[in-house]
């Protein structure tokens, strides 16, 4: 098996590099971003947003892999992932449509409530609660929040890309921990995460292509939900605190999103501004205010992103999970939190005369 992931992971990274490579080569007006003067972005060369089609594609590839080699011929059989699949190609067609005709937020909302609502009720939903309209409300906000944050986190070269990967590996450290190296999840991931590799090649800055709200609505999906799999439902050590690895550990895993989404919404909603409305005050934004190159800015979110990983394989190596424990993520989540958010509130944007 691990010579045919190998093999898969190879193939995976190479088909998106040359899809990703025939896409920024042929595309001239479709999918191009910048071309509406009111459209909000960082840079300020237009360039085809067509990047998350190869991520939907790898995935339909990752699919077709495993049954190929699995004996279960039917993906009605399982119905959990009938119901990522049908959220997720929802996710990406809505961000297609998005990329295509800047669709109504109000429609955008919807699709994103129906994603959630799908993954409810093909069993795929956040177990804290005792009460079955508790789990799917807090679902329902998590996948809605997380498409959210994944969009929003599109800001600047190669942060999104770079902040996934890093999502995506802790996911596939703790299948491995639980032995799920033949799950579907597993090569889904495995084949998403060599999508993102792929394409990181054209994404880094200065970008040549980027991944659109097809790209970031399709990951919001997919990477929402198996943190429900991974992260907030794993079967850890079962005790009157393994709740609480559960809710830190997701929090640690999606530390950038949660604290970008956050320190936006505080700051503009502070200043009289809604929330939802673009603009260039992202906590990746005040780090370039703050001095810092795009290079740099995204080595440093990378950076905070891959130790999450490295906190994953902690977590998941303590047999006895105490209270202490959790106060001790806690504390490093609200350091990063409080230095990001500082630095957006004093590392404002040069004015111009």
Known sequence: MIIFYIIFGFLSTAFSFLVNGLFIKFSKNLGMRNVDENAIRWGSRSKPALGGISFFLNFLFAITFYFMLSEQHSILENVKFTGLMLAVTIGFLVGLADDAYNTKPLLKFGAQVLCGVILCF????????SSDFLNYFITVFWIVGIMNSINMLDNMDGITTTVSISIIISALIVLSALNSFESIEFIVLLGVLAALIGFLFYNWNP??????DTGSQFLGVLLGAMAITCFWNTPFDVNTHSQTKQVILTLVVFIIPII???????????RGQSPFVGGKDHTTHHLSYAGFSDRQVAV????????SCLITVYVLSIENWSFSDAILLAIYFLIVFSVLFYI???KKAPTTK
């Open 300 to 307: 440093i979110i990378g950076i905070i992103s891959m130790f």
């Open 207 to 212: 970008s040549k292509i980027y991944m659109g």
């Open 122 to 129: 093909s069993g795929t939903y956040i177990q804290l609660f």
């Open 260 to 270: 970008d989404t956050t320190t936006v919404t505080i700051n503009r909603l502070g």
């Open 344 to 346: 957006s509130i004093t």
